[in-house]
């Protein structure tokens, strides 16, 4: 494959020319698109900073020298210049990451992929490294211009300004985006910095001014744009952004430019001191369909067609949050005090629809759900219904806020929760699997977890009907699939979806699992096991039929997408236990774990949330017969009937 089959560590580069360099930059990029069209991922991110990572990696000796990715979805690159060219697996089981990730490399620092964390993480680090003798060592974080929309990024630059000893260089790798447009005011001062005239203007004369008087013309340059906030900085301000905190600003600078790009971060390594270099990139570029993508330029993407970005397996279905989408509309038409809030992720969590139709009715705080959290109490005291649309593993960020702005001022806050459970190949640490255990511990917070459309439509009414208390309404990702009819609803709400015979066992499906707790009741009814099946709908506080119910069973099965450590099954096994009712209760759910990527359908079979196995672990609690090692995933029809015959035979 040219260049790229012969990098096989950063330090391949070294002997590159910087002609050379952009070769393999055009190389990377083609390899990017042929190969993400096959598996998905994330496309646009790491289209953009392909120069911008074969320069850090050239100037700088990883992994002696950590290089950190604030989110990690523009990681590809790094992935290819440190020994991963497979791409073949990409976000599959056994394939590569989508996210850096330590088990695969040394050059991989920080697995998390929750935005604005890196540089705490590189002020931690760089501190480790002075104080333990390593002073010669560079710490590196990259961090896009929608990360500094969080907080932390803030709370970290207010650090790193009290201890300038030390050699730390943050790479500022700005496209205006994060997933979509950045927003807020930090966004409208740096793209004035992008679009400005005088920006434009002065690079382009500075560069061909101080080119006339050859090496030495060039060094004076290097010395003026690393004068005390730049060169070009002084006619646009930008360094007024950071000159109080006393931190060295190099920039801003043309991010696809290689050597531009080399001669500033060489600069930056030489400072001895925390320095900021400001990149000025395009995402999605070198290929047209995502540039010409105006949603996201391809930020994520599933399978498509590499020449014209087309997605491929489209259709069927519709997912959960369209649904979301298309009722929320339909709430504002019908409740003008119903306003939308949203951490940065408008077109993902589906509030899209509802802006272009309400556009003053929307708020996009940029990557703050702390800060969303709170202000949606505010909110709320003020008049209005706010719905705060969140993936569920960033709903772990704003915990507190929930706690104490929320919850402790009884506020009328709706949270939904996009993603909720197994998302498969992402990772763990986008795995929304704690928002269960987690927002339940909130006093008089009301969580709903729907199994179909219809339920999810009647949900989110329901929701917003509530002035005060928080409520959740969570679900997962993909589609919905067809609704789910109950036999009856009890006068507290739950939802009876079916009778068999006896009243043996209780199955209690949380949301999306009524179908997996129906097809577990028929196979124990084919061996003489009545069970009965309900969805709670509303699974936090437990309903009082749920207790009622379970006292007329033997044995009480919950099954939940989420953390079988105080879950929905841990809370309901103590509400009965409150009540004294002595049936046994068997939690289901997902192990205390970080779970790796793989596909939804990988991760729930790996934790026994398979029809086959609930129903064999419940005939042999029920029939009391241990099952040997070798059935337990035994899938051939005839397995029940044997343990049965063993069990009346025994």
């Excluded at 969303?372 to 219904?385: D, E, P, Q, Y």
């Excluded at 005939?619 to 009937?641: D, I």
């Amino acid at each position: 494959m040219g260049l790229l089959s012969s990098i096989t560590g950063p330090r391949d580069l070294d002997a590159l020319s910087v002609d050379e360099l952009g070769d393999l930059a055009t190389e990377i990029r083609s390899f990017l698109v042929e190969n993400v069209a096959r598996t998905g991922g994330h496309l646009g991110p790491n289209l953009g900073v392909v120069e911008l990572t074969l320069a850090l990696h050239r100037v700088f000796q990883s992994p002696e020298d950590p290089i950190i990715f604030d989110t990690g979805h523009q990681s590809y690159v790094h992935k290819l210049l440190t020994g991963r060219q497979d791409f073949s697996a990409l976000r599959s089981r056994g394939g590569l990451a989508g996210y850096p990730q330590r088990s695969e490399s040394e050059h991989d620092i920080v697995e998390s992929s929750h935005a604005s964390s890196s540089l705490s993480w590189a002020d931690g680090v760089s501190r480790a490294l002075t104080r333990t003798g390593r002073r010669d060592r560079h710490v590196v974080a990259v961090v896009g211009d929608g990360a500094l929309t969080g907080g932390m990024t803030w709370e970290a630059l207010n650090n790193i300004s009290d201890d300038n000893d030390r050699n730390l260089v943050i790479v500022v790798n700005d496209n205006g985006r994060s997933y979509a447009p950045t927003i807020g005011g930090i966004a409208r001062h740096l793209n004035r910095v992008r679009t400005t005239d005088t920006y434009r203007t002065l690079r382009r004369s500075s560069d061909s001014f101080f080119e006339r008087f050859g090496p030495v013309g060039r060094a004076v340059y290097r010395g003026v744009r690393g004068g005390t906030h730049g060169f070009l900085s002084r006619f646009t301000n930008n360094a007024a952004l950071y000159s109080n905190l006393d931190i060295k600003y190099l920039g801003p600078i043309d991010g696809h430019d290689m050597k531009t790009l080399l001669e500033t971060l060489t600069l930056a390594k030489d400072y001895g001191a925390p320095v900021i270099v400001h990149t000025i990139t395009e995402k999605g570029r070198g290929y047209e369909p995502a540039r010409n993508d105006e949603a996201d330029q391809f930020h994520a993407v599933g399978r498509i067609d590499p020449t014209t970005g087309r997605t491929l397996g489209s259709g069927g279905a519709a997912a959960w949050t369209d649904v979301f989408a298309d009722e929320l509309v339909s709430i504002g038409e019908d409740r003008p005090d119903v306003i939308a809030m949203t951490a940065a992720m408008l077109r993902p969590t589906g509030l899209l629809p509802f802006a272009q139709r309400f556009p003053d009715r929307v708020y996009d705080v940029g990557i703050a759900e702390q800060h969303a959290a709170a202000s949606a109490a505010g909110l709320a005291f003020g008049g209005l219904h706010p719905v705060v649309a969140i993936y569920a593993t960033f709903m772990n960020r704003a915990f507190d806020q929930v706690l104490m702005d929320v919850g402790l001022h009884r506020a009328g806050v709706t949270f939904v929760l996009d993603r909720a459970g197994v998302t498969g190949p992402d990772g763990p640490s986008h795995h929304g699997i704690w928002d269960l255990a987690m927002l339940q511990l909130v006093p008089g917070i009301r969580i709903a977890a729907p199994r179909d459309e219809t339920r999810l439509r009647e949900s989110l009414r329901e929701a917003v009907a509530v002035d005060d208390a928080p409520t959740v309404v969570r679900y997962p990702k993909g589609s919905v699939g067809a609704d789910i009819p109950a036999l009856e609803r009890l006068d507290d709400g739950v939802d009876v979806l079916a009778r068999r015979d006896a009243e043996d066992v209780l199955l209690v499906a949380i949301g999306p699992f009524a179908g997996l707790a129906l097809d577990v009741a028929d196979r124990l009814s084919a061996q003489g096991i009545g069970a009965t099946v309900v969805d709670p709908r509303w699974v936090v506080p437990v309903a009082g039929s749920i207790v009622d119910l379970a006292a007329r069973h033997r044995l009480v099965i919950t099954i939940e997408d989420g953390i079988r450590v105080g879950g929905v099954g841990t809370r309901i096994r103590q509400v009965l236990r409150e009540a004294g009712i002595d049936t046994a209760v068997d939690e289901l759910g997902l192990p205390d774990a970080f779970i790796d990527h793989a596909s939804r359908e990988q991760i729930l079979a790996d934790a026994g949330l398979s029809a086959a196995n609930i129903a064999q672990d419940v005939v042999a609690q029920v029939l009391g017969t241990r099952v040997p090692v070798a059935r337990q995933n035994a899938g051939e029809p005839g397995w029940l009937a044997e343990i049965h015959s063993d069990a009346a035979g025994s």
